[in-house]
């Protein structure tokens, strides 16, 4: 038994001494140091060694978790026998025990040895024993972060590592786990230390107890043994409390190295994490730059083929100004086409029965029969106007008869137009045509035909059938200037010229001139519309010049007339009055005798001074000189605008032009001489493309002069119409609606009235629109198209009848019953679109917005005007007249009777609705009682009547209404009738005193 005790101390002993020997053990250098000097590849090196390190230190720590298991089993196997000591071996028991307190003393400097080596045994192993490492796994985990730290891995671009990432993050979670599972067991085999260390400390109390109460029974050794055990127990709960705070201390650790786990594995799946987000954002960024590069490549592409389509374009639109230009110089030196002896066919609309067109084509190869007619309407298709421009025909569209025919031979197609004669001065036709979707405008002329001499033909040859229409347009100037000087004047208006100097162009340039005209009439119009227009005296013609050349090397003279001052021109035009009435009624002579003519010299020569002649202005301001008190006072100056006179000779010429952008501007430093009266002069230094001169007061502002002209533009390109709508005379739902321009509004009305429709509402006020707007027809209240087009549209054109027709019904019968006709009210919508302006959109923007290469449309809609309109109540039964009871008054005490009532009824006027409102009659009953006589053959006497009835039936009969009716008549101005009253009640009371 001792020997066995023994054996168990060294075995401990040995065993401490094992554990210090751990002390001796020389530590590994850190590998962070060297990482200062080491590249990248170094770095990534020496982690995948640690990480094999790592691995390695797994595998020994195995051996050492089996040595741990045989020496606590040994520890168990000596506890379990010094437990079983018996009990009446005192003696041998305490020297035991002080053999064991020897064992104790001797084994405290190995307590403190393995204390003072517990870290180190802690952090690291002799290279034999070596398992798992802790001061390699915080190296290792100091090499991963300076790996992440790196700029390989920080900055993400195309080339960023991620198979490198991928790898390096697979060791540190494997080496995490590895970490983890080492804590597992450390804590595991902790855990069972403390439990077999509380058991030892259990059975060392229950001994000590067990043997100090059989001590007790010994009087004389009582005292010595119970202090020794007790200072046995002390040293053992000593020994004890220490190994406790040691082990609290190792589970204190073994919970600071799980959570040092735990987060090491967080990281580690937020490095995942992160390298996964790294990745798919690699992979967005790399899908990303190739979709902008598709994207890049397909506008480039689509830019190149604009540029393509737009340099077509320019060519054709070139070729076509040469051949044209080449056509309008040969105008007039044509001989005899060959197409004049062929046979011309005319075709009819199959809608009106009108001329449709009249077709020629080479006998040979086409006939009559080959082609067919088809008139089309505006709403179908999508034909676009120009500036200035209006459709003067109908739009029709040619169609072989079969399918398989084609044109074996070009044809030449006559449409016929109409164009007052005021227009045909100013404008010219041409032809638009459909093809391939796009109107486009193809080489035309004007023909006469002999059987058609009341109308005029545009012909166009064609090769292939096409949707043709006729428009008109400015006319339209073409001339060629070379560097040699040469003047052009347009065909429009003579006075308008164009004078170049030699050398004012290096190569030939071809100028297209076009004449907008601004009459008088216009311009005040625009004063009496616009107030910032008050000051404009007149405006020259607006001229639209289409240049090659963006400058011009010498300055052009321009011609341009403008009308005169409007008081300077009446003050000529009446000089020239009076001196056509002196032509016409010259002044007689009278021979004066030669005694009298000697008088008058002799008289004369003794005035020293002689009156002189006054000339004809003079003459003239006697004339029109007012009498000495009618004349007018001197003229004032008010904030810069005259007082009160309009009649001032005295104007100022200004020169605007309209940019690229479509803004007026006023070209400074222009010198504008008068030549003639209604004729200016100018010179330009830069090519515009549209200027004209305006004349206004001396007192306008420079800053209205852009207001004006861009007035007076906006002016031109509208027509003022008025919507007529008209029912016909024997069918009020039969309705007819036409826009007419207001100078053809009466004939408008006239026509109407021979087709039958002639009643309706008056015209409208008179409206603004433009060619080719889209007008909308909406319906308000109770009236409604009958049709199933709710909102019927039709197209405006000034040289083209612009109607529709519809037939009118109500909404519900059952509304306004207190009318005899359902009302409603007709709105009228202009519907248009509106194409931003090609040169306002620069090459920068083009290539920015992917949209810019389409032209987009913004369609507007703004209302026009309203029309009230009704339709009767054909179909709706009318109300039956109220049967109304008979009055009958009984009380023959009162002189207010029947009697009575109908004579005043007689003698009142219009002012019984005062009388009704002063008797307290209520309005409703005033209305009904004129309804009930509106719907039934009931007259206004008896309209009163049933007034005073009304009152009388309601009044008391202790009051007295004699007093009430004569206050009432009294207070509404008619004291006859009041009069009356008071007599009928004296003799009705006379005649009451007689009976009694």
Not at 60 to 71: H, K, T, Y
Not at 452 to 460: A, G, I, M, R, S
Not at 758 to 785: A, H, K, L, T, Y
């Given at each position: 038994m001792p020997g066995e005790r023994k054996h168990g101390g060294h075995g401990r002993h040995d065993?401490?001494?094992?554990?210090?020997?751990?002390?001796?053990?020389?530590?590994?250098?850190?590998?962070?140091?060297?990482?200062?000097?080491?590249?990248?590849?170094?770095?990534?090196?020496?982690?995948?060694?640690?990480?094999?390190?790592?691995?390695?230190?797994?595998?020994?720590?195995?051996?050492?978790?089996?040595?741990?298991?045989?020496?606590?089993?040994?520890?168990?196997?000596?506890?379990?026998?010094?437990?079983?000591?018996?009990?009446?071996?005192?003696?041998?028991?305490?020297?035991?025990?002080?053999?064991?307190?020897?064992?104790?003393g001797h084994s405290s400097p190995e307590v403190q040895i393995k204390d003072e080596?517990?870290?180190?045994?802690?952090?690291?192993?002799?290279?034999?024993?070596?398992?798992?490492?802790?001061?390699?796994?915080?190296?290792?985990?100091?090499?991963?972060?300076?790996?992440?730290?790196?700029?390989?891995?920080?900055h993400v671009d195309e080339n960023y590592p991620v198979e490198d990432l991928v790898s390096v993050v697979a060791d540190i979670s494997r080496t995490i786990e590895e970490f983890k599972q080492q804590t597992q067991n450390s804590q595991q085999q902790l855990e069972g230390l403390r439990m077999k260390m509380k058991q030892v400390k259990e059975n060392i109390q229950f001994s000590v107890s067990r043997k100090a109460f059989d001590i007790r029974t010994d009087d004389d050794l009582q005292s010595i043994e119970e202090r020794e055990l007790t200072e046995k127990l002390a040293k053992l709960n000593a020994e004890i409390a220490k190994a406790n705070s040691d082990l609290s201390e190792a589970l204190r650790l073994s919970a600071e190295t799980e959570s040092t786990a735990v987060r090491a594995q967080i990281a580690a799946e937020r490095a995942k994490e992160e390298a996964k987000r790294i990745e798919e954002e690699v992979e967005w960024r790399a899908q990303q730059e190739e979709r902008r590069k598709r994207e890049e490549a397909k506008k480039m592409e689509e830019l190149r083929r604009q540029r393509e389509e737009e340099a077509r374009k320019e060519e054709e639109e070139k070729k076509a100004k040469d051949a044209e230009w080449k056509r309008r110089e040969a105008t007039g030196a044509e001989r005899t086409a060959e197409w004049e002896n062929w046979p011309a066919h005319e075709l009819q609309l199959s809608s009106s029965g009108g001329l449709a067109c009249i077709?020629?084509?080479?006998?040979?190869?086409?006939?009559?029969?080959?082609?067919?007619?088809?008139?089309?309407?505006?709403?179908?298709?999508?034909?676009?106007?120009?500036?200035?421009?209006?459709?003067?025909?109908?739009?029709?569209?040619?169609?072989?008869?079969?399918?398989?025919l084609k044109l074996q031979s070009p044809i030449y197609v006559a449409i016929p137009f109409t164009i007052s004669r005021a227009s045909g001065h100013s404008r010219e036709a041409?032809?638009?045509?459909?093809?391939?979707?796009?109107?486009?405008?193809?080489?035309?002329?004007?023909?006469?035909?002999?059987?058609?001499?009341?109308?005029?033909?545009?012909?166009?040859?064609?090769?292939?059938?096409?949707?043709?229409?006729?428009?008109?347009?400015?006319?339209?100037?073409?001339?060629t200037f070379s560097k040699r000087p040469s003047k052009m004047a347009s065909s429009c208006d003579h006075r308008i010229t164009l004078t170049v100097c030699r050398d004012t162009f290096y190569r030939k340039e071809h100028i297209l001139l076009q004449v907008q005209p601004v009459d008088s009439a216009t311009v005040h119009d625009l004063q009496a519309r616009n107030g910032n227009c008050k000051h404009l005296l007149a405006s020259s013609p607006i001229l639209l010049v289409q240049w090659e050349s963006t400058e011009l090397h010498k300055p052009i003279v321009v011609t341009i007339p403008c009308p005169p001052n409007p008081a300077k021109a009446r003050k000529i035009a009446q000089m020239r009055r009076i001196k056509e009435e002196k032509m016409k009624n010259p002044q007689k002579v009278i021979p004066v005798p030669m005694d009298l003519r000697e008088k008058e010299e002799n008289a004369g020569k003794q005035n020293k001074a002689k009156p002189k002649k006054k000339t004809l202005q003079e003459q003239l301001a006697e004339i029109n000189a007012p009498p000495e008190e009618e004349k007018p006072k001197p003229t004032k100056w008010y904030m810069g605008d005259y007082a009160h006179n309009d009649d001032d000779e005295n104007d100022l010429l200004y020169l605007l032009a309209r940019t690229g952008t479509g803004k007026w501007s006023v070209v400074p430093e222009v010198e504008i001489v008068q030549v003639k009266l209604d004729l200016l002069q100018f010179t330009l230094e830069r090519p515009f493309e549209q200027f004209m001169v305006l004349r206004v007061r001396t007192n306008t502002e420079e800053d209205s002069l852009p207001v004006m002209s861009t007035a007076i533009h906006d002016l031109l390109q509208k027509r003022f119409v008025q919507a007529v709508i008209k029912q016909r005379s024997d069918n009020s739902f039969d309705t007819r609606l036409e826009l007419a321009p207001i100078n053809r509004v009466t004939k408008l009305l006239?026509?109407?009235?021979?087709?039958?429709?002639?009643?309706?509402?008056?015209?409208?006020?008179?409206?603004?629109?433009?060619?080719?707007?889209?007008?909308?027809?909406?319906?308000?209240?109770?009236?409604?198209?009958?049709?199933?087009?709710?909102?019927?549209?039709?197209?405006?054109?000034?040289?083209?009848?612009?109607?529709?027709?519809?037939?009118?019904?109500?909404?519900?019968?059952?509304l306004q019953r207190n009318f005899s006709v359902f009302r409603g009210v007709v709105e009228l919508y202009r519907t248009y679109y509106v194409t931003a302006d090609k040169k306002a959109v620069t090459r920068k923007e083009a290539v920015v917005d992917e949209n810019s290469f389409c032209v987009r449309r913004e369609k507007k809609?703004?209302?026009?005007?309203?029309?009230?309109?009704?339709?009767?109540?054909?179909?709706?039964?009318?109300?039956?007249?109220?049967?109304?009871?008979?009055?009958?008054?009984?009380?023959?005490?009162?002189?207010?009777?029947?009697?009575?009532?109908?004579?005043?009824?007689?003698?009142?006027?219009?002012?019984?609705?005062?009388?009704?409102?002063?008797?307290?009659?209520?309005?409703?009953?005033?209305?009904?009682?004129?309804?009930?006589?509106?719907?039934?053959?009931?007259?206004?006497?008896?309209?009163?009547?049933?007034?005073?009835?009304?009152?009388?039936?309601?009044?008391?009969?202790?009051?007295?209404?004699?007093?009430?009716?004569?206050?009432?008549?009294?207070?509404?101005?008619?004291?006859?009738?009041?009069?009356?009253?008071?007599?009928?009640?004296?003799?009705?009371?006379?005649?009451?005193?007689?009976?009694?």
């Open positions: 065993h401490g001494g094992g554990h210090g020997s751990t002390v001796k053990t020389s530590k590994r250098p850190s590998s962070s140091g060297k990482k200062r000097t080491t590249t990248q590849e170094d770095k990534e090196a020496e982690l995948i060694a640690s990480v094999q390190s790592v691995n390695e230190s797994n595998e020994n720590s195995r051996e050492n978790e089996e040595m741990v298991a045989r020496e606590n089993l040994k520890n168990n196997v000596s506890t379990n026998e010094s437990e079983n000591i018996d009990s009446g071996n005192d003696r041998e028991k305490v020297a035991e025990d002080e053999k064991t307190e020897t064992e104790v080596g517990a870290e180190n045994r802690w952090a690291e192993k002799s290279k034999e024993e070596e398992g798992f490492n802790i001061r390699s796994f915080n190296d290792n985990i100091l090499e991963f972060t300076e790996i992440f730290d790196s700029d390989r891995y920080r077709i020629r084509g080479k006998p040979n190869s086409f006939d009559e029969s080959s082609v067919t007619c088809k008139e089309i309407d505006q709403l179908d298709i999508e034909l676009t106007y120009g500036p200035q421009e209006e459709l003067v025909g109908t739009i029709i569209k040619l169609v072989p008869t079969s399918e398989k041409f032809v638009r045509a459909d093809v391939n979707g796009e109107w486009r405008e193809i080489p035309s002329t004007e023909v006469t035909y002999d059987n058609h001499k009341d109308l005029k033909f545009v012909q166009v040859e064609l090769k292939d059938c096409l949707t043709l229409a006729v428009m008109t347009r400015l006319k339209r100037d073409y001339v006239k026509r109407m009235n021979e087709d039958g429709f002639e009643d309706g509402p008056e015209p409208s006020q008179i409206i603004g629109v433009c060619e080719g707007d889209i007008i909308e027809i909406n319906f308000r209240g109770n009236i409604q198209n009958s049709s199933s087009d709710k909102c019927p549209r039709f197209v405006f054109n000034s040289n083209v009848p612009s109607f529709l027709e519809f037939y009118l019904s109500e909404v519900d019968q059952y809609k703004t209302l026009l005007c309203e029309i009230p309109i009704t339709i009767p109540k054909y179909h709706v039964e009318p109300s039956p007249v109220p049967l109304q009871a008979p009055v009958v008054i009984r009380n023959d005490s009162d002189p207010v009777n029947d009697d009575l009532m109908r004579h005043l009824a007689a003698d009142m006027g219009d002012e019984w609705r005062k009388v009704a409102m002063t008797l307290n009659i209520s309005r409703a009953r005033i209305q009904a009682i004129l309804r009930n006589t509106q719907i039934s053959d009931s007259t206004d006497e008896d309209a009163r009547y049933h007034m005073l009835i009304t009152w009388l039936k309601k009044m008391p009969k202790s009051i007295d209404k004699v007093t009430v009716l004569t206050n009432a008549f009294m207070k509404n101005g008619r004291p006859d009738l009041a009069e009356q009253v008071r007599i009928k009640d004296e003799a009705f009371r006379r005649n009451i005193t007689q009976t009694v």
